[in-house]
């Protein structure tokens, strides 16, 4: 079992910044890929970003390149999400994941954490 305990997120107006942590226990942080989701109100969950085991890998969903980052640091089984340059349409709760397998897809991964509300307003 791997659980995954989350901070960060609230309001913030639309062009600031928010971190998101993902603080993990339980198994080998190392041994499990990383990625954030986010859902909006009636929509459906999907994929924001995702980093490899390692971290050498990282990819997005086109609408957050160049503005939000995803990293971690294995030695405190904690991974991040920095949001910059934040629009009301990121507004959404986010939700971070663990999974063997480094993937987009949202079945592909078995822990999950409590998710947390990130608004941006206009």
């Known amino acids: 079992q791997v659980q995954l305990v989350q901070s960060g997120g609230g309001l913030v107006q639309a062009g600031g910044s928010l971190r998101l942590s993902c603080a993990t226990s339980g198994r080998t942080f190392s041994n499990y890929a990383m990625a954030w989701f986010r859902q909006a109100p009636g929509k459906e969950r999907e994929f924001v970003a995702g980093?490899?085991?390692?971290?050498?890998?990282?990819f997005y969903m086109d609408s957050v390149k160049g503005r939000f980052t995803i990293s971690r640091n294995n030695d405190e089984n904690t991974a991040y999400l920095q949001m910059n340059s934040l629009r009301p349409e990121d507004t959404a709760v986010y939700y971070c994941?663990?999974?063997?397998?480094?993937?987009?897809?949202?079945?592909?991964?078995?822990?999950w954490g409590q998710g947390t509300q990130v608004t941006v307003s206009s």
């Open positions: 980093i490899s085991m390692s971290g050498a890998s990282t």
């Open positions: 994941a663990a999974s063997t397998l480094l993937s987009r897809r949202s079945q592909e991964y078995d822990y």
